[in-house]
């Protein structure tokens, strides 16, 4: 909104029908763009926009070319989007600034962070010649909430100067915590390893599988209240909707309780326990998923389940 009310007020911010995202909430491009006084001429349609869908629209009123990372949902099928580095030509050609909301907001390439997915990432992007790029400080990056905007010194100088700055700038507090997370995120590497999200991402199989084993192992002696233990085979999911369609392959474990004791009533046990654990249900059994347990947790979960599971009261 303040990147809009800085570089386009009273003027157009050129987007594709099919970017026009709503992320939860309040948060519908369209009302963001009304927020930040712009016009919003919205081009292509919603499966498929061409570059020409872009330069047809521009005339005297334009102002910015928005590319914004649909980030909950994608598109599948007969879809055509433009790549930023054809968007950044035609911001060139014609001297409009090319912003980049790439929402969730990783600082560099997912490969080099080990994170195994494809996602946008901000180094990315300004290196194929966006102006601005727009990102969230939680999400992925794992920091606090606050919007991020990157990008050539003259605009970030001109959104810095903007009357509205003063309504949403972010207190002291929030940025020793954001300072701390970038200090983590300086070299892919160490961010790779630091993270909790890439840390959960990045284990392999083979020692989730390992991990389950023991785990196994420990809870076979109190399994009374459960038919049966099995280690399997699943697909875990990114959180909060932000990596739709993607999963990644991992091992659980499914709890069967013996009749009279049911799914619910044993997911509902482990979840009163203290810590809780929420597991999910599937076919019968309580499914405890290892890739969203970190190591140091193995023991704690040990004993949580075998506490309940030995717990007599069905
Ligand atoms: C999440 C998201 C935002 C908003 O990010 P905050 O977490 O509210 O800072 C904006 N744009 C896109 C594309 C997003 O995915």
């Known amino acids: 909104m303040i990147t809009l009310a800085a570089l386009a007020t009273d003027r157009h911010v050129i987007v594709s029908h099919g970017e026009l995202i709503e992320i939860g909430?309040?948060?519908?491009?369209?009302?963001?763009?009304?927020?930040?006084?712009?016009?919003?001429?919205?081009v292509g349609t919603t499966n498929r926009t061409r570059i020409a869908d872009y330069e047809n629209a521009i005339d005297d009123w334009s102002a910015v070319l928005l590319k914004v990372h649909p980030s909950n949902y994608h598109v599948a099928g007969f879809a055509e989007s433009v790549p930023l580095p054809e968007l950044v030509a035609l911001g060139t050609k014609h001297d409009l600034p090319v912003v980049h909301d790439i929402g969730s907001g990783l600082l560099f390439p997912a490969e080099q962070?080990?994170?195994?997915?494809?996602?946008?990432?901000?180094?990315?992007?300004?290196?194929?010649?966006?102006?601005?790029?727009?990102?969230?400080?939680d999400k992925l990056l794992g920091g606090p909430q606050a919007g991020i905007i990157v990008g050539r010194a003259e605009l970030i100088d001109r959104i810095e100067k903007h009357p509205l700055m003063r309504a949403v700038r972010v207190d002291k507090?929030?940025?020793?915590?954001?300072?701390?997370?970038?200090?983590?995120?300086?070299?892919?590497?160490?961010?790779?390893?630091?993270?909790?999200?890439?840390?959960?991402?990045?284990?392999?199989?083979?020692s989730l599988r390992q991990r389950a084993g023991l785990l196994v192992k420990r809870w076979a002696t109190c399994s009374s209240s459960v038919e049966?233990?099995?280690?399997?085979?699943?697909e875990a999911l990114y959180g909060g909707g932000t990596l739709p369609g993607r999963t990644l392959p991992s091992i659980a474990i499914d709890l069967t309780p013996s009749p009279p004791l049911t799914d619910d009533a044993l997911a509902r046990r482990l979840r009163l326990a203290e810590p809780g654990i929420w597991a999910q249900i599937h076919q019968g059994a309580v499914r405890i998923d290892l890739r969203t347990v970190f190591p140091d947790e193995?023991?704690?979960?040990?004993?949580?389940?075998?506490?309940?599971?030995?717990?007599?009261?069905t």
Not at 25 to 42: C, E, K, T
Not at 301 to 307: K, M, N, T
């Open 173 to 206: 507090l929030l940025l020793a915590a954001l300072s701390v997370t970038l200090q983590t995120n300086r070299d892919p590497v160490a961010a790779g390893r630091s993270l909790p999200i890439l840390q959960l991402a990045r284990t392999s199989v083979e």
């Open 113 to 137: 962070l080990g994170f195994p997915a494809s996602e946008p990432d901000a180094q990315t992007s300004i290196g194929a010649g966006a102006d601005l790029v727009l990102f969230s400080g």
């Open 228 to 234: 049966s233990i099995n280690i399997v085979e699943t």
């Open 25 to 42: 909430g309040s948060f519908r491009l369209p009302d963001v763009i009304a927020a930040g006084g712009a016009g919003m001429r919205a």
């Open 298 to 313: 193995d023991d704690t979960l040990g004993a949580i389940v075998e506490q309940v599971l030995s717990a007599r009261n």
